[in-house]
């Protein structure tokens, strides 16, 4: 059994996927845990140093990662996920990276949840994170949903956007199959974003296939933290999760990221870490590939999770 190259492997080892017209690698960064240490998103977060912060941005970019994930609602006292990858990116930025944002939640300076962006405000949440992020367009922008009702009038909103330059492309977060057909009928869809993993949010695999058959990229979020969410990677594993690692001398987090790749060529990682040792393995797992029968024991694992006590079914 053969094992990892040793670092530094970059992005282009995971392949690419064309989001629109804009080629990407399918190994990512999703920007989430940049502004803190740990738990993400509450109030009372602890500001991460700024220096290490950007040092994990450009030492992500000398690794081939081209593709960024945030929000303006990604922020802790004193840190802006924006802010950050403009200070350490912009100026300008690279010619082939591409920074997805998502609209729709809201936060108030304090960091508490503030009620959803309705489809007249989403004007103002798009330009924000332009003068955060120092754009003069967007290249990426996903409707992140609050709930199960219809996607059409916040959707067509950014579509107009979009229409007047301000957007290059449209996704959609946290949807179900139903938002994905009636957004379709207003704009293209190049991306969906939903929580999925080895283990967790199982069902999603049906949504995920869905969007390979239109050609349209899913990029699974909690893909490592699963449950937890926020808080971020537990320290339990799966057995079989930890065997194929072991096989291969790899991370239990290297051969998720493996997997996930290996689930169809649509499918892209948004991994996020303050540590630029945990980011160059997350990176280095786009090297992995895992045999056809230890993606069967995975997939066997991955189906069973749920019924397991203790493990990151949901």
Not at 112 to 140: C, F, I, K, M, Y
Not at 149 to 161: K, N, Y
Not at 284 to 292: F, H, N, V
Request: proline content about 7%.
């Amino acid at each position: 059994m053969t094992s990892l190259p040793p670092h530094p492997v970059t992005a282009e080892a995971s392949g690419t996927w064309t989001l629109g017209d804009l080629p990407v690698r399918r190994i990512g960064f999703g920007a989430m845990r940049l502004p803190q240490t740990g738990t993400a998103l509450i109030p009372d977060a602890v500001p991460r140093d700024r220096g290490a912060a950007i040092t994990v941005l450009r030492r992500a970019v000398d690794l081939g990662v081209n593709h960024i994930d945030t929000a303006d609602f990604y922020f802790s006292p004193l840190r802006s996920a924006n802010e950050l990858i403009n200070s350490a990116l912009g100026g300008p930025y690279p010619s082939d990276l591409v920074i997805a944002t998502k609209v729709g939640p809201r936060r108030a300076a304090d960091g508490t949840w503030a009620a959803a962006a309705s489809p007249s405000e989403l004007r103002g949440q798009v330009e924000e994170n332009l003068r955060q992020l120092g754009r003069d367009h967007l290249d990426l922008v996903y409707l992140r949903m609050m709930g199960p009702g219809s996607a059409a009038d916040h959707f067509g909103a950014l579509a107009e956007l979009r229409e007047a330059g301000l957007i290059r492309h449209l996704g959609l977060s946290s949807i179900r199959r139903e938002h994905l057909d009636e957004a379709r009928q207003i704009a293209p869809v190049v991306s969906v974003q939903n929580p999925y993993g080895l283990g967790y949010n199982t069902h999603q695999a049906v949504l995920a296939a869905r969007c390979g058959e239109l050609g349209i990229a899913f990029v699974p979020f909690y893909s490592l933290a699963g449950t937890a969410k926020e808080d971020g990677r537990g320290d339990g594993e799966l057995p079989e999760v930890s065997a194929v690692a072991r096989a291969h001398q790899a991370t239990p987090a290297q051969v998720r990221i493996a997997w996930t790749l290996a689930q169809g060529p649509q499918m892209l990682t948004i991994t996020g870490t303050g540590d630029p040792d945990h980011l160059a393995a997350n990176v280095a797992a786009g090297s992995l590939r895992l045999s056809d029968e230890e993606l069967a024991s995975l997939d066997r694992a991955h189906h069973h999770a749920d019924t397991r006590p203790g493990t990151m079914g949901g």
